[in-house]
T-cell receptor, first 115, second 113 residues
Framework: DAGVIQSPRHEVTEMGQEVTLRCKPISGHNSLFWYRQTMMRGLELLIYFNNNVPIDDSGMPEDRFSAKMPNASFSTLKIQPSEPRDSAVYFC?????????????FGPGTRLTVL | AQTVTQSQPEMSVQEAETVTLSCTYDTSESDYYLFWYKQPPSRQMILVIRQEAYKQQNATENRFSVNFQKAAKSFSLKISDSQLGDAAMYFCAYRRGGSRLTFGEGTQLTVNP
């Protein structure tokens, strides 16, 4: 079975440009999570969805960040405009919502560099 | 709010030896789940082992086992017969029901040949 798929794996862009990160969760999973990982702040939850509905976006740093989940098999995280401090590894993860004991399964991450 | 603490930023072990990574957490809930994730240099986050709080029996996955002390809110990971491929950052995590995972700061494990 395919795991969580993220694209692109690497993204280098210039400050002020729009960046879109993409995620395909594991089929059948109904919760999706976006994380950001930096050396300074570790792993931070940005937003998560249950059944395509955003549940908690309190981790989204500011209005420049937005996330959508138009259907059960696709989600995007958009940064517009991007800034150098957005440079990080962005992970998408998915899980079964019920119970919660199954754990979250992570994608390979997108390494974003904003120059 | 739940917090997860890993007090060992770095640990090292000799190949074939056993190492224990510590984790404590704070919660007022009685029903929850605990996890250990491994992040090798590839950056991939890999689920190593999970524990349901309502189960007294400690979880085991091959060379990986946990020591779950609910009253003490402690959840340590033991790696037996350490292998070079075990070298990674290890994160302890807490989850209640269908809510978010709360991660610790991580422990960087080095395996010496």
């Amino acid at each position: 079975d395919a795991g969580v798929i993220q694209s692109p794996r690497h993204e280098v862009t210039e400050m002020g440009q729009e960046v879109t990160l993409r995620c395909k969760p594991i089929s059948g999973h109904n919760s999706l999570f976006w994380y950001r990982q930096t050396m300074m702040r570790g792993l931070e939850l940005l937003i998560y969805f249950n059944n395509n509905v955003p549940i908690d976006d309190s981790g989204m740093p500011e209005d420049r960040f937005s996330a959508k989940m138009p259907n059960a098999s696709f989600s995007t995280l958009k940064i517009q405009p991007s800034e150098p401090r957005d440079s990080a590894v962005y992970f998408c993860a998915s899980s079964l919502r019920s119970g919660g004991g199954e754990g979250q399964f992570f994608g390979p991450g997108t390494r974003l560099t904003v120059l | 709010a739940q917090t997860v603490t890993q007090s060992q930023p770095e640990m090292s072990v000799q190949e074939a030896e056993t190492v224990t990574l510590s984790c404590t957490y704070d919660t007022s809930e009685s029903d929850y789940y605990l996890f250990w994730y491994k992040q090798p240099p590839s950056r991939q986050m890999i689920l190593v082992i999970r524990q349901e709080a309502y189960k007294q029996q400690n979880a085991t996955e091959n060379r990986f086992s946990v020591n779950f002390q609910k009253a003490a809110k402690s959840f340590s990971l033991k790696i037996s017969d350490s292998q070079l491929g075990d070298a990674a950052m290890y994160f302890c995590a807490y989850r209640r029901g269908g809510s978010r995972l709360t991660f610790g700061e991580g422990t960087q494990l080095t395996v010496n040949p």
